[in-house]
C-alpha cells in the first residue's frame, strides 16, 4: 500500500515515537464509556444527544400524527394518507443511497446542512400556511 502511494506521487513521513502495540479486549468496561462520553468528549456528547432527541422529536412527531391530522382535519381520505406519507418514505430511502455524501463532504458540514435546510423549509412552509397562501390539499399530490 504505501509502496502504491509513493508511485503516486505520495510522500510519507517517517513514523515518529514507539510503535503501537494494540490488545484486543472482550469488552469495554461501563466506567470507561461514562467518562470518555461525560468527561473526555463532553461537548461531542451534548451535541449528539441534541441531534439525535431533535431527529426522533420530529420524525415520531410527523409518523405519529400526521395521519391523524390529515383525516380530521383537512378531510383527507384515509384511503389516500399513503400518497401524502410517500414523500417521507422516499427520502427514508434515499438517506442511504446519498449517505456517501457523509463521507465524501464531510459530516459536520453534511448535518449542519442537512439541519439548516430542514429548518428553512419549516419555516416557509409555516409561513405560507399562516398566511393561507398554502392548504393540505393545495400542495403537490398524485392528482387524484
Not at 441531534?51 to 420524525?59: E, V
Not at 382535519?73 to 401524502?84: D, R
Not at 430511502?93 to 430542514?118: A, E, H, N, Q, W
Request: charged content about 10%; hydrophobic content about 45%.
Amino acid at each position: 500500500m504505501k509502496e502504491r502511494f509513493r508511485q503516486l506521487g505520495g510522500d510519507l513521513p517517517a513514523p515518529a515515537g514507539e510503535p503501537l502495540r494494540l490488545h484486543a479486549r472482550d469488552h469495554t468496561p461501563l466506567g470507561e464509556v461514562l467518562t470518555t462520553l461525560f468527561v473526555a468528549h463532553r461537548r461531542r456528547t451534548v451535541v449528539g444527544l441534541t441531534l439525535l432527541t431533535a431527529q426522533a422529536f420530529f420524525y415520531n412527531a410527523i409518523f405519529f400524527t400526521y395521519a391523524l391530522v390529515l383525516t380530521n382535519f383537512y378531510n383527507v381520505a384515509s384511503t389516500h394518507i399513503g400518497w401524502y406519507v410517500l414523500p417521507f418514505a422516499l427520502g427514508n430511502f434515499c438517506g442511504p443511497l446519498l449517505g456517501r455524501l457523509f463521507d465524501v463532504i464531510g459530516r459536520k458540514v453534511m448535518v449542519g446542512t442537512t439541519y439548516l435546510l430542514s429548518g428553512v423549509l419549516l419555516a416557509i412552509s409555516g409561513y405560507l400556511f399562516e398566511q393561507q397562501l398554502l392548504t393540505v390539499v393545495q400542495q403537490p399530490s398524485p392528482g387524484w
